[in-house]
């Protein structure tokens, strides 16, 4: 018989989800009703016997909720509620409309549970991979004060702003990332195909090689001993590396590491400051305590490193230190930055300044982007000549030896 997935109600009014084996979909039903929940919804489970594993190449292929689509269902929601539009109506009306996958199951499953009597904020909870803890935080602001439409709007621009940094950085790391590639891919071609037939060559002359030959005839034994290894440790790489990030320290440690790597590095983290100070000014201007929204502000940075710094921040605030004072122990932000943050702290206009911060360290990143390409270049051109000089002189030295060896014979 097939498995059943379920989302249920409990008498208390909580949601449970589970699996029943059950011929048909009403029997199903029936199963979870005599279980004493209410179901909300029962479908067709794709995964094995026993276990909570589910396959749906929908969801894989094209089920991810980007920026773009949360960019779009934003403005959208904004546009509906500006209009007198109720919530429900206009969060069914979207699921009908839009094409996405992801984004359809995702405002269908909160169209249901708005119908069932949740609220929004409710609602988004339970999807946190695509509505994150600052998305729900500011909805639960909307629904509280009336004013969903202009956190709506709020959201829109911020997300927008965001994926335009996302594109700017991508579209600079391109040309560096694809250079690397290519040179690695041309060095294993050397290693496996080109340098075996000349250290065949110079074997059968059995003449003493000059030590630049050598390493390069040893190094290319051993990509061609070993290059399916080789390739396995380079096809598994990301997967490890994926699985090591989950542990908190070596995640804290690598989100420090990376904001120190040379002329990337300091981009970053502006970049994050910039993230940081945007977001902060958005959950100050919709009203939230400033506590409560360095402790939302923490979790979106997207680095362990610096959400411990904020997170330090927070605690020397709920202590009674101003905001000024704890940003400039932070040792996060620059001058300017910092005199920003006095006069907000002064003036009670933080939320403007620390949207005029974000402008500032938005145009430093997006100029010294532009600039990237050509601090990196010479760097690359190096490595290539150095790489092509160790080439010649390992391949060709021998070579001239040789040459000269009969010559005067």
């Not at 059943?4 to 059950?22: H, L, P």
């Not at 403005?75 to 094409?99: F, H």
């Not at 790391?173 to 065949?200: K, Q």
């Amino acid at each position: 018989m097939p498995f059943y997935s379920y989302k249920a109600k409990d008498a208390g009014g909580s949601y449970k989800i589970g699996r029943v084996e059950a011929q048909t979909e009403a029997d199903a039903i029936d199963e979870v009703t005599r279980m004493g929940l209410m179901p909300v919804s029962i479908e067709v489970s794709r995964g094995l016997p026993g276990t909570n594993f589910s396959l749906d190449l929908k969801e894989l292929l094209r089920g991810r909720v980007g920026l773009s689509e949360l960019v779009m269902l934003c403005r959208q929601m904004y546009s509906l509620s500006k209009a007198g539009v109720p919530i429900i109506r206009a969060i069914g009306g979207l699921a009908d409309s839009t094409d996405h996958y992801g984004l359809k199951k995702s405002l269908t499953s909160l169209n249901r549970d708005l119908i069932g009597g949740r609220s929004l904020t409710q609602a988004m909870s339970d999807q946190p991979k695509i509505y994150n803890s600052l998305f729900v935080s500011m909805i639960n602001v909307g629904e509280n004060t009336g004013r969903l439409e202009d956190v709506f709007y709020q959201l829109a621009e911020y997300f927008s702003l965001e994926q335009e940094t996302r594109k700017r950085i991508s579209s600079a790391m391109r040309y560096p990332l694809m250079v690397i590639i290519f040179i690695g891919v041309a060095i294993a071609i050397l290693n496996i195909w080109v340098i075996p037939v000349f250290s065949t060559m110079f074997a059968k002359f059995g003449v003493e090689l000059p030590l630049t030959t050598r390493i390069l005839i040893g190094t290319s034994a051993f990509f061609v001993a070993y290059w399916p290894y080789m390739l396995g440790f380079v096809v598994a790489l990301p997967f490890v590396i994926r699985r090591a990030l989950r542990v908190k320290s070596v995640r804290y440690q690598w989100d420090r590491l990376k904001l120190r790597i040379p002329v990337i590095g300091s981009i970053l983290r502006r970049a994050l400051l910039g993230r940081f100070c945007r977001s902060f000014s958005l959950m100050l201007r919709a009203g939230v305590q400033l506590n409560m929204a360095l402790t939302l502000v923490a979790s979106a940075i997207d680095n362990r490193f610096l959400e411990e710094r904020v997170n330090v921040m927070r605690r020397e605030i709920e202590h009674g230190n101003s905001l000024a004072t704890v940003a400039m122990q932070s040792n996060m932000f620059t001058p300017l930055v910092l005199q920003m943050f006095a006069v907000g702290d002064e003036t009670g206009r933080v939320d403007e300044l620390l949207l005029e911060a974000a402008t500032h360290y938005e145009r430093e990143v997006d100029y010294d982007l532009k600039a990237l390409t050509s601090k990196i270049e010479p760097l690359l051109l190096v490595f290539v000549a150095l790489l092509v000089g160790v080439l010649a002189l390992g391949i060709f030295t021998p070579m001239w030896d040789m040459y000269g060896a009969m010559q005067g014979k």
